[in-house]
């Protein structure tokens, strides 16, 4: 993991004219909220994440995961390549609870 | 410029909750802090548990903690770090099925009451009145009015913003290895990235903390244990109760989002799990599964979006330290919080505030939570 020295910013936020557009479809984030957190002190993804919620709806960032790199390393001014991503997590697509705890004892488990 | 950045007023080793609160508190009384983080912010314990703040079945030693994070600090919370920290207080549901659950429920609400807790148990009919959808099977409850949750996410960077605000830096991506006295005060952090100073170091690094005090030759017996947590999709509001079960098949919420937040244990965990990784275990999760739709047959259907896991630091005698060290003057600490952390979290960062800058918790009675409480078997 790269040093990352964290301060208060000096200037102040500045909106831009598509700050409305959503990002994040499950979660319904959008690009001016990730601009904003990442003005709020965020410099990864799973602090992106962890502090809007974009990638931890339905699609668990199958979707915006890309988008959100693309905008996390403008802001920072990182190569795409190094904004890091998200935490994969089990299970890969949602799964009934039922079905996830094997206890229905009409099915034959996993 | 690099040279100034590496010396501060007060060196926090942890950029978790309790460091990032400790940080803001520090700030507003004009100590700047240097917070040293060797992952992410929040990455560890702060940002992995199902945000319970609950004083019921709190060991009595914590207790004054608790109470006082409950009736001074949570209420207002939000609006103190200007973010949403979903912090609801509709009380603790502490769910039996059977008969030595209820023993075992009413033990722990006698130790309370006498601490001073407003808690009692309540029969499985009035627990379904409290939360509506619970099986029959729930044979009675302990109820703690004054319990509730919140998102521990929010807190934790509503917590690390005001710390940034307040003047306080942060370095992530740098791990600590050990601690230097300097004329026999603690004041130098051994790092991979060279040497960081300080007066004052505050080690709050869950259970890595334990290797790093023992350079200084202070050693806290924590071990660390890991508990998992499922997140469901979101569902209208269906109850607003913290809940826990005397078994420990289950505890959690569900979220202002909609979604039910559910963590425990597989059973297997202490001879399973003691090494680095917070890696999802394949047997505890559906285990977890089977426990909520006895207690919750209508959430059978519900999907589960993800899992994860975290480490408790878990202290030998189940509570933690939150101490100056005498032998190393200079040094606080303040780990070893067994998995309940997050409830008590605002109210450490006030004690420990106090510990640095006045050398004594003032507001708080962290007295029972001493470094030098541990003693041999006699």
């Known amino acids: ?19 409305g557009l959503i990002v994040c479809r499950c979660e319904e984030i959008t690009k001016g909220e990730i601009r904003r957190a990442v003005y709020d002190g965020m410099r990864s993804m799973n602090e992106v994440k962890r502090y809007l919620r974009a990638g931890m709806g339905l699609c ?39 079905d996830f705890g094997m206890s229905d004892g009409d099915s034959e488990g996993v | 410029m690099d040279a100034d ?36 912010i929040g990455a560890g314990g702060s940002c992995r548990n199902a945000g319970g703040v609950r004083q019921s079945a709190r060991d009595v030693r914590e207790l004054p903690l608790a109470m006082h994070a409950v009736s001074d600090i949570w209420p207002t919370l939000g609006e103190e770090l200007e973010i949403d920290v979903e912090y609801r207080q509709r009380g603790n549901l502490r769910l039996g099925k059977t008969e030595a659950h209820i023993k075992a429920l009413t033990a722990l609400v006698a130790k309370s009451v ?38 521990p996410l929010h807190t934790t960077f509503g917590f690390y913003k005001k710390a940034l605000e307040y003047g306080a830096a942060f370095v992530t ?53 890991v508990s998992e947590v499922f997140v469901t999709e979101q569902r209208p509001p269906m109850f607003d109760v913290m809940l826990g079960t005397s078994d420990a098949d289950f505890y959690g919420h569900q979220s202002k989002h909609g979604s039910f937040v559910l963590g425990g244990m597989g059973g297997m965990e202490k001879y399973t799990s003691n090494d680095a990784s917070v890696a999802t275990h394949g047997i505890t999760a559906p285990r977890l599964s089977r426990g909520v739709i006895k207690y919750f047959p209508t959430l059978r259907d519900i999907k589960v979006l993800r899992t994860w896991a975290g480490h408790y630091d878990v202290c030998i005698d189940g509570v933690p330290v939150v101490d100056n060290v005498g032998e190393a003057p200079g040094l606080t600490l303040a780990f070893g919080f067994c998995g309940h952390g997050f409830g008590i979290s605002p109210a450490v960062s006030l004690a420990l505030s106090e510990l640095i800058i006045d050398g004594e918790s003032k507001s708080i009675d962290v007295s029972a939570l001493g470094y030098d409480r541990f003693r041999a078997k006699s």
């Open chain 2, 114 to 151: 006498s601490a001073g807790l407003d808690v009692r148990m309540i029969t499985g009919d009035e627990a379904r009145a409290i939360c509506p959808h619970m099986s029959d099977e729930v044979a009675g409850a302990s109820w703690c009015p004054t319990d509730g949750h919140a998102n």
């Open chain 1, 60 to 98: 668990q960032g199958q979707t915006c995961q890309r988008l959100v790199q693309g905008i996390l390393s403008r802001e920072l001014g990182l190569p795409l390549g190094e904004t890091g991503r998200i935490r994969g997590r089990v299970p890969a697509r949602p799964v009934i609870l039922e």
């Open chain 2, 173 to 225: 991506g740098v791990t600590v290895h050990g601690l230097k006295k300097i004329r026999g005060r603690t004041r130098q952090a051994l790092t991979d990235d060279g040497v960081y100073e300080a007066d004052r170091v505050l080690l709050c690094a869950g259970y890595e903390s334990r290797a790093i005090a023992n350079t200084v030759g202070v050693d806290i017996p924590v071990e660390r244990e």
């Open chain 2, 5 to 40: 950045f590496r010396r501060s007023d007060v060196l926090i080793i942890g950029g978790g909750i309790v460091g990032c609160a400790t940080a803001y508190r520090l700030g507003k009384r004009g100590v700047k802090a240097l917070v040293i983080e060797k992952s992410e």
């Open chain 1, 1 to 19: 993991m790269q040093r990352t020295i964290r301060t208060r910013p000096t200037l102040p936020f500045s909106p831009e004219g598509d700050d």
